[in-house]
């Protein structure tokens, strides 16, 4: 819901260390970030909420830093945005799992399935209406966004994520309510740009 408008903030934020990065390949930065979110995911699995919640934020910091270095360094690509997206994916997929392996409550294991499942098919609603978008010459180089693909805003995005993964590292035992939640609110995600899809394509 806030990416639009904290994604500037963000890259300023990240300015001086993308600078000190410059050389180094973005893509290389991601697959660092995915490191750090699957170890995060490890901890996670092991009961090990602080370690967990350090590594979920630094894969954060380094995933931010992966597009503010190839802007800086003029090497974006199409590759470098799809592969960035995709070991985000994996992320996201791992740590929420990760949480399922350590708990033996039935239901942090049913609303850790609802929460993928959520998920899923959120990553379809978006990912396949950005194709429509693009394909109408409608998505991210005729909006200015900077990424690859157009990201229509919506109540669940990147922000969003971040405070909801980090809430599930602090405070483990309220697992239940809070991957309920974010699956409800990824759910409206859903039905938003299926009612604005119907509106607009």
């Known amino acids: 819901m806030f990416d639009h408008l904290l994604r500037g903030t963000k890259d300023r934020l990240l300015a001086p260390l993308a600078s000190l990065l410059r050389d180094v390949q973005p893509n290389m930065l991601s697959f660092m970030?995915?490191?750090?979110?699957?170890a995060a995911a490890v901890a996670a699995a092991g009961g090990r909420w602080r370690v967990g919640a350090v590594l979920w934020l630094a894969n954060r910091v380094v995933d931010g830093l992966d597009g503010s270095v190839a802007r800086l360094s003029g090497t974006q690509t199409d590759f470098g945005g799809y592969f960035d997206i995709l070991l985000d994916f994996v992320v996201y997929a791992a740590i929420p799992l990760g949480f399922a392996v350590h708990s033996v409550e039935r239901g942090v294991l049913v609303?850790?399935?609802?929460?993928?499942?959520?998920?899923?098919?959120?990553?379809?609603?978006?990912?396949?209406?950005?194709?429509?978008?693009?394909?109408?010459?409608s998505g991210a180089g005729a909006s200015g966004e900077l990424t690859t693909v157009t990201m229509p805003p919506a109540l669940i995005a990147g922000f969003e994520t971040i405070v909801f993964f980090t809430l599930f590292f602090l405070f483990p035992d309220r697992l239940v309510t809070?991957?309920?939640?974010?699956?409800?609110?990824?759910?409206i995600n859903v039905i938003q740009r299926l009612l604005w899809a119907r509106k607009v394509l």
């Open 111 to 137: 609303m850790a399935v609802l929460l993928e499942g959520a998920f899923f098919v959120n990553a379809c609603s978006w990912m396949y209406l950005a194709a429509v978008l693009e394909k109408r010459a």
């Open 178 to 187: 809070l991957f309920a939640l974010m699956s409800a609110l990824v759910g």
């Open 33 to 38: 970030a995915l490191l750090l979110g699957l």
